[in-house]
């Protein structure tokens, strides 16, 4: 089966199944092997020095055509059977509208499937209709429950730990905006409450002054497409804010910068190491520390 998928997570998907797409999109970049598939669509964003310039650029791309483009003639020369796409976040991935309509303008053969996960629940049906639409169902099974079983596993030994730290995940520093969706779940398997948001909810921008309030006991910026080095670079734009020093988080050296692009951001199969991870920060006493490339302290 010819399979094109458009989002990192549906690739990451894709191959933990064994079935190597013919197209991918830009941002596809695990595992390495995805790196060598052609990409069907080109982002229309470039490369900016703060959050805030980016997301002026989505701004501006999203009111003249949208922030990705497909390249046309690369999808009908692959002729897909099976074109993944999303329905969650227009700026994150090309979404199913636009997808469906390339298609259908070229005349293709190929079935549309359209993820649009929120929660862990939400990932394991994805990964299981996606195992039914490439013929690889039983290796889906397999899979979910083997996740399954690692995210009992971490909320099992969490939840006989008796402190709950308050934390905050930010998925983008200017806006501030809290992360949603699987995040507050994974945030309570690895032993934490989350105040800003409940499971599900979509990441949306807050003010500043809602944090502050919140005060959390563990503070984590993983921006959505940022390395850690992107992070790190932009700390400013965080740590400029009024009242920054004050937080617990900083009193007490519990702010962290985490790889959003691959491990927060992504509703993927590595949300479960994500999960473990997780857990490693909030009680590094129970739990492995994540790797320096996973997580870092923002000093």
């Known amino acids: 089966m010819r399979v094109v998928s458009l989002l990192p997570s549906a690739t990451e998907i894709c191959f933990t199944l064994d079935v190597e797409p013919v197209g991918v999109s830009s941002e596809c970049d695990y595992p390495p092997a995805a790196k060598s598939v052609p990409a069907v669509e080109q982002s229309r964003i470039g490369k900016a020095a703060d959050s805030a310039e980016i997301n002026a650029q989505v701004a501006a791309a999203e009111e003249n055509g949208g922030v990705y483009e497909i390249d046309a003639t690369l999808l009908a020369d692959l002729d897909p059977d099976l074109a993944i796409t ?7 991935a090309v ?3 636009q997808v469906a309509a390339v298609i259908d303008d070229l005349g293709l053969e190929t079935d549309v499937l359209t993820t649009d996960p929120h929660s862990l629940a939400d990932l394991y049906a994805d990964v299981q209709r996606i195992g039914r639409a490439t013929d690889s169902e039983s290796a889906a099974i397999e899979r979910v429950s083997a996740w399954r079983d690692r995210i009992a596993a971490i909320r099992n030994r969490s939840q006989a730990i008796e402190s709950a730290p308050t934390v905050a995940v ?10 949603g969706h699987w995040i507050p779940e994974l945030v309570r398997v690895a032993g934490g409450e989350y105040p800003l948001a409940d499971p599900g909810d979509r990441s949306r ?3 500043w002054r809602e944090i502050r309030e919140a005060d959390p006991d563990v503070l984590i910026t993983a921006p959505c497409g940022y390395t850690i080095e992107e992070a790190l670079a932009n700390r400013d734009e965080l740590t400029d804010r009024p009242g920054w020093d004050e937080l617990t988080a900083v009193q007490e050296s519990k702010v962290y910068a985490f790889d959003g692009h691959h491990y927060v951001n992504r509703p993927g199969p590595r949300l479960i190491e994500t999960a473990e991870y997780l857990a490693g920060l909030l009680h590094p006493e129970e739990f492995p520390r994540p790797p320096g490339d996973v997580a870092v302290t923002l000093e």
């Open 95 to 97: 979404d199913e509208v």
């Open 205 to 207: 921008p807050r003010e």
């Open 170 to 179: 930010l998925d983008w520093m200017d806006p501030v905006m809290v992360a």
């Open 86 to 92: 999303q329905g969650i976040c227009d700026v994150c």
